[in-house]
């Protein structure tokens, strides 16, 4: 099954979807705007409350975390002790398809017809969606930008703002197609049409999906950020709530979750925390009238024990806050997450993607980064993604997924730079062969390597003369 | 514990899943405690005003805030109910939880119960949730939300309005103070679900555009009794 924009075929090659995105003036305005709103936002917001502090406290929490992970064979034997304390039904899963199937299993037993989900990075992995659909169960997505893409049979394109890429005309016209709704273009009117049609969900649903965004192992408690509240009633109505967690989400303790709660959202959409942090502690109570009979939490691994390699331990720090894709110029260049052909993209993805499905299948990813390390400032778990995308491009060239010819020319370059005759000698040659391909000081078309360049752009040709010869003969005397 | 290391169907057993884990790890053992330095994530003291620091923060955060003495508060409540037909109560057995339902039987408003109905749905036709509070966090202006045999997950999720009774000593300072150790309580014994809410329910999602009442109540109001 592939063909989705998040499910490309294999190898996936960027270009195929941002040459495209690159002529789209509108979505590259689109794109620009919201991310450079967000991302000076996010500064401001820590700033505001952290000041100089902001980097002390950044690096608490990486520290927190990267803990967390040396220890993690204890930490999720801890949660998982602690959650079954409080009747949840703990379940581990190693890839995509077994996680939805012990999910799939559990609506059988229970006959379950309608899912109502919530927004959750972990399902779009393991294509949950239509898994649950394929099994003739009716699966909605209660979050409002995720459920304008359900009705679009699109694919998120933003970690938190997954419609980045589509204005409000595209969700007028999705709503009066797909649920007959008036058209309209102003966003109160939309958002007013998808509550009242969400309630009805809610409402008649018999299994709520969340992911989380923290496990609490001391504790065994699932938390769950959100800002519109569909987590909190997707999971409360109906009798069966299953959680989908991957197995990074692990925090020690509840006095832990402070330094997270007051980074992620100020990291992810400028607040100071989300409106609703959801902590759920097991299935209601015997004493309670309302809540799930049954809590499920589906540990996914799907990967992650593998990036857990003390060489990249650190990438599963991420805390899913999107601040390194709202900075990135390259995220906003290409138009968005679509580009990266997975379900995590920016930098974050870039580098995370490749080490999941292959460095063979995603060649193009980790050089989807200029490393200007604007990502590495913003993260606030303080992960090296500059460090890490020149660690994937190092494992491409050992690996030989870098051609030959790649390889080659960057030996010789190597080779030129280690003494200073060899290094003129270069330049005199390149600069020689590079002038030979000039005609009125532009070079419009050259050949392979460097034909990707001047087929978006031309380049100028090099000076007659190096600055290093000029510099010599001013210093002799002579005429420059 | 036995009993969990079963495989489930699909998935691995517990011991498989985290061998997997261990195996990338370079040691094992339980580890000493977690980096923490509260003071540095801090933000607000527990000195501060936190009355005044509580709603000026829930304020900002789209919530309107009112200030009331015991003697004032039934007042209030009646003249923030003038209009409205039906309500749930979501409070713990009290006097201030008869205050509430004495004022809104006056006005002749039905009250919903919601312990006899089926789960969250009874919310869905009451105009307005009443609750009172497990505590407050000045630092953000929140309200905490806990389930349990007298409250409920719906009420101050299902209906458009949220109307929440905070006594002065609910308010805690800081995220920090909310979630400091609480040793000795375990899992079982704690809330099934315990919310932060922070604000009315929000979406930027359609163009970044700030839209209140999505899912949850587009209104919230908060009476800080002192």
Known sequence: MSGGPLDPPLPHRIASRAGAAGRDVQLQQFVNRATDIRDHARVEALDAAFGSRTEAVRTLAGQIK??????????????????????????????????????????????????????????????????????????????????????????????????????????????????????????????????????????????????????????????????????????????????????????????????????????????????????????????????????????????????????????????????????????????????????????????????????????????????????????PVRIDLPGQLVRRRREMVETRVTGLLERSLMRAWAWSLRGPRRYRMATRLQRVGLRALGRAGWIRRAPPPLAGWTRERDLPVPARRSFHDWWKKRERGGRP | MSNDTAPSGPGLSRDVFVARIRAQLDASGPPGPPPSDSKLVRRVEDGADLVAEFASRATEAGMAVETVSPATLRAQLASRLDDVKRVTVSMSPGPRRDAVIDVVTTLGIEIIDWRRASGVLAHYDADVGITDVAAAVAETGTLVLSSGEHHSRGAFMVPPRHLAIVPRAAIVADLVDLLAAEPGRPPHERPAATVLVSGPSKTADIEGILITGVHGPGRVEVLVVV
Not at chain 1, 113 to 121: A, F, L, Q, T
Not at chain 1, 149 to 169: C, N, T, Y
Request: a negative charge; one cysteine or more.
């Open chain 1, 66 to 379: 990267q803990h967390t992970l040396d220890h993690l064979d204890h930490y999720v034997g801890q949660f998982a002790d602690a959650a079954t304390a409080a009747g949840v039904h703990v379940h581990f899963a190693a890839d995509g398809p077994a996680a939805n199937e012990i999910c799939l299993a559990i609506a059988r037993r229970r006959g379950c017809r309608r899912c109502v989900k919530s927004k959750s990075m972990v399902t779009e992995e393991t294509k949950l969606v239509p898994a649950l659909q394929a099994a003739g169960i009716e699966a909605v997505e209660t979050d409002l930008g995720e459920f304008i893409i359900q009705l679009d049979d699109d694919a998120p394109s933003h970690i938190v703002a997954p419609m980045i890429h589509k204005d409000r005309r595209a969700v007028g016209r999705a709503f009066e197609r797909e649920i007959g709704a008036p058209y309209t273009e102003d966003p109160a009117e939309l958002t007013a049409i998808a509550r009242a049609h969400m309630r009805v969900q809610y409402q008649r649903a018999d299994l709520g999906v969340s992911g989380a965004n923290f496990l609490v192992a001391e504790t065994g408690t699932v938390v769950i950020c959100t800002n519109e509240g569909n987590a909190d009633l997707s999971v409360s109505g109906p009798p069966v709530h299953i959680a989908f967690v991957g197995i990074e989400k692990l925090v020690p303790r509840l006095q832990d979750l402070p330094v997270f709660l007051k980074l992620l959202a100020r990291s992810a959409t400028a607040q100071p925390i989300t409106i609703y942090t959801t902590m759920l502690t097991g299935p209601r109570r015997a004493a309670d009238h309302d809540g799930p009979e049954e809590m499920h939490v589906i540990l996914v691994d799907n990967g992650r024990t593998r990036l857990l390699a003390p060489d990249t331990r650190e990438l599963l720090r991420c805390i899913r806050c999107g601040a390194c894709l709202n900075t990135c110029p390259v995220y906003r260049k290409v138009g968005g997450g679509h580009a990266y052909g997975a379900v995590y993209s920016g930098p974050i993805g870039a580098t995370i993607t490749p080490l999941l499905a292959g460095l063979e299948n995603y060649p193009d990813l980790p050089h989807a980064s200029s490393l200007c390390g604007a990502c590495f400032d913003a993260c």
